[in-house]
């Protein structure tokens, strides 16, 4: 018997408040043989997650198994009693969730948390079992493995904290490891190096694993089989290869579809032909209480025009357009609104100021009042910038929600009633009400899986046609910025490091901090992770994290080029480049990185 | 498009949709009979208020009325009946005062945050410094025992409790993206509080209105224990404790009585408290299903 896990025949239930139990997987079977990574994909509530939580006997408060079998090691565990299927966890199958940040208790140092479980299973004493974790931080690639365990969980990185996540499930040597999307919630340069140490430990360890992902070009990486999934049903399953080259299925070929659009090949229209800006940020420098996040950026958003800001989390994106936005108060510079400096405080705005440039935000399920109907919440712009009451605004708000191709019907549903995508466009469809001249846009599809996004993107595209709208649009997603904006913005640790047409930015010559994001994008060829993480950049970027308000270039400490006794003591200046292209670089323009 | 196509959620009957647990069920029930004695109460207790019925003092249960006779030989369960009356209506009256100050101070906190914050929030911790029950001794020392007094001391003191839980329910919730998306919008105080907050903090502040009741209860029938709170002839079942203690070395269970009707009527509202927040966790943890 080779195989570690086989499931046959699952069913799971779940009951949605007040209701009746709906079935969630119907009748899944699968396999894991040992040294195997089985990729589950498919659109969120396909029930990927379900399945892997079942591996472990385990359903989610409200939701049962009420078929099949489970066998792990040759034993049924559904057949288990309560106890005895308990302690197999963590000792034969172990679990990484998406954010290790909610797993880790924060106030225990991160050595004593990872071998709590072999500790409690009786592994060994604490002595010997934190020798075995100092060598598996070193197999997971983490820096100065031997001091780490000693750091509380907020004094490290997202990327190693997860790195630390998969540590702690593997401290038992489990048979079978449940990844369940452990990338998801990083950037793609954390991405790549949490990746790689997944993929090494588990080679190393000879451990079956399952891995959940929405993401093809994760799955490419990573994967020996492929079991697509749709609405808790097996689509189609096969090896990576044949998934990925030769889908059998429609809807496998669906997913691929809405796989992002490699970055470099898009062009677009002349940036001459823009016309004035309907937001100018000038020199603006911003924070939270004593913290300066923001310093000395300008950024330009021309009428019906798409700017695109990228940068890794923390970078201050969010900040931009809170700033803009009026909700974070600059300290230093100017806004400029539709040709007229806008007041640093949102209450001091005037409502037609307010009305032209509207915010949407990352998170479609709390951006919008749970306790208010749809109709209610396209309503009140309505009401508030344009005064319109009864009829007529139950008119528009049908028009608006026909506007992002929603059903009318809605407007008498709570937000809870609506899938994530659907939100996220009631959510648009709330910035539009105001008419506004431009929209802020946080994140808007990074909560959403590919499909799912890439309709919201195409929904974008159209009404800045039709309604001619600019939008600033943040995101980490490069894939996504590349195919849609006009102009991008790079933004590092709270200062523009690159700046110009989104052409000229995705083609070389690069920033190198712009090259490091771009050769961080997942390809969905198989091997590419292998080339990428042992570049001198990957391993540069990967060895520090962003330091906000340093001396210097502030890429200086993850940078593979940089120039010692000069890049960490001078900020560099912003050089205006052919094709108007501004970068912020100690290099000369010959050795910045080309592709 | 495939994310438009349309589920509508499954709705459930009311009854269905209560999910009421046999605790909760029984709480409920015993709390419904309370409210129906206090409001049909004259109509139901066979002798009046304060009526003396029988010349033997502390009559068991059985002689005299039905649940026997107090210190003066007044009908203990005509009493409890017109008791139960006062004791809810004024655990509901402080109850709502408390909850007045505390939510509007505590949400303005919240909202306005700054030096107004700052003020209230240390007001209302000097006060929370002393114990409860002897900051209302001394105020109902110094301005005497009336029912106003009594009303009026009571709620406030409950409402620091109150203030706390409001406060720190709008902080939260003030930070949510849909807040900031009012706010962006460049809406007012009034609207931000009444329509994205408050509606949104609803069921939390519906457990803690039950539970600052019950305390209420607690609250006043200790005071009229004590003498401070209700006064003779009036009858109230903290009053019915103090006045027939003295019986219950004759073997009397007048005092005993109207202790488990508050036993019965704090613990049911806590029981039911507990169903309404366990349903509620439920709830969002349901929600996450279909993820
Ligand atoms: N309210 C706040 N108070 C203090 N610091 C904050 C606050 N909000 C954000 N920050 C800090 O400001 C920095 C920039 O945050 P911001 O949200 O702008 O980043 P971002 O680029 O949008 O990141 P992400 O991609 O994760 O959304 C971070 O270091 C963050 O910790
Ligand atoms: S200025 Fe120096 S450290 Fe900064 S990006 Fe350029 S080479 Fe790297
Ligand atoms: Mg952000």
Known sequence: ?595 | MSDVSDHGAPRASVFAGLRLTWTAGLAGAILLFWLVLALFGPWIAPHGEAEIISGTTFAPIGEGGLLGTDKLGRDVFSRLIYGVRTTMLLALITTLISFAFGVTLGFAAAILKGWFDVVISRIVEAFMAFPSTLLALVVIGAFGTSITVLVLTVGLVLSTGVFRVSRALGYDIGVMDFVEAARARGEGTWWILTREILPNSMAPLIAEFGLRFTFSILFLSGLSFLGLGVQEPAADWGLMVQENVGGLFLGSSAALIPAACIASLTVSMNLLVDWFQQRQQGETVLEKIDQ
């Open chain 1, 1 to 595: 018997m080779t195989d570690v896990l086989t499931i046959k025949n699952l069913h799971v239930e779940g009951r949605p408040p007040g209701g009746d139990y709906v079935p969630i997987v119907k009748g899944v079977s699968l396999n894991v043989r040992k040294g195997e990574v089985l990729a589950l994909i498919g659109e969120s509530g396909s029930g990927k997650s379900t399945i892997s939580l079942a591996a472990m006997g385990f359903a989610r408060p409200g939701c049962r198994i009420s078929r099949g079998e489970v066998w792990l090691n040759g034993r049924d565990i559904m057949a288990l009693p309560p106890h005895d299927r308990h302690a197999l966890r963590g000792d034969e199958v172990s679990y990484v969730a998406q954010s290790a940040a909610a797993s880790f208790n924060p106030a225990l140092r991160i050595g004593r948390q990872v071998i709590e479980a072999p500790l409690w299973h009786g592994a060994g004493d604490a002595a010997t079992l934190t020798a075995a974790a100092v060598e598996l931080y070193r197999k997971l690639d983490l820096p100065s493995p031997e001091t780490v365990g000693e750091k509380f969980p907020h004094q490290v990185s997202g990327g190693q904290l997860q790195r630390l996540m998969a540590a702690m499930a593997m401290s038992c040597g489990p048979d079978l490891l449940i990844l369940d999307e452990p990338t998801t919630a990083l950037d793609v340069t954390t991405q790549i190096e949490v990746l790689k140490a997944f993929r090494d430990i588990i080679r190393d360890q000879g451990t079956a694993a399952i891995y959940v992902t929405h993401d093809l070009a994760v799955v490419a990486q990573v994967a020996d089989r492929i079991l697509v999934l749709k609405n808790g049903e097996t689509v189609e399953e096969g090896p990576t290869n044949q998934i990925l080259h030769a889908p059998r299925h429609d809807y496998t070929r669906t997913l691929m579809a809405a796989v992002r659009p490699a970055p470099h090949l898009v062009d677009h229209i002349d940036p001459a032909a823009a016309q004035a800006p309907v937001i100018s940020v000038r020199n603006v420098t911003a924070g939270y209480g004593a913290l300066t996040i923001l310093s000395d950026v300008s950024v330009d958003v021309p009428a019906a025009s798409v700017v695109g800001v990228i940068g890794e989390s923390g970078c201050g994106k969010s900040t931009l357009a809170r700033v803009v936005a009026g909700l974070t108060p600059l300290r230093e510079g100017t806004v400029i609104l539709d040709g007229k400096p806008a007041a640093p405080a949102v209450r001091d705005r005037p409502r037609a100021a307010l009305k032209d440039c509207q915010i949407v935000f990352q998170m479609a399920d709390t951006a919008l009042n749970p306790r208010q109907r749809i109709g209610d919440i396209l309503g009140r712009p309505l009401d508030f910038y344009q005064g319109l009451k009864g009829r007529e605004r139950a008119e528009r708000v049908a028009e608006l929600l026909e506007l992002v191709d929603l059903p009318r019907g809605f407007a008498s549903r709570f937000p809870g009633e609506l899938s994530g995508g659907q939100k996220q466009r009631v959510n648009l469809a709330r910035a539009l009400a105001a008419d506004p001249k431009v929209i802020l846009c946080d994140e808007v599809t990074s909560a959403l899986d590919t499909v799912v996004a890439a309709g919201v993107i195409e929904l974008l595209k159209s009404l800045k046609d039709k309604l001619g709208v600019a939008y600033m649009f943040i995101s980490h997603d490069l894939s996504t910025v590349a195919s849609f904006a006009d102009e991008v913005v790079v933004l590092y640790a709270g200062r523009v490091v690159e700046k110009g047409p989104s052409k000229a930015v995705f083609s070389p010559p690069f920033h190198p901090y712009t090259k490091l994001l771009l050769s961080s994008v997942p390809e969905m060829r198989q091997g590419w992770l292998d080339g990428v993480a042992d570049t001198s950049e990957a391993r540069a970027a990967s060895a520090a994290s962003v330091v906000i308000g340093g001396t210097g270039c502030p890429f200086a400490n993850r940078c593979a080029l940089a120039i010692s006794g000069t890049c960490d003591t001078t900020a560099p200046a912003v050089r205006d480049l052919p094709g108007d292209l501004q970068i912020a670089c100690h290099l000369p323009v010959a050795e910045l990185p080309v592709s």
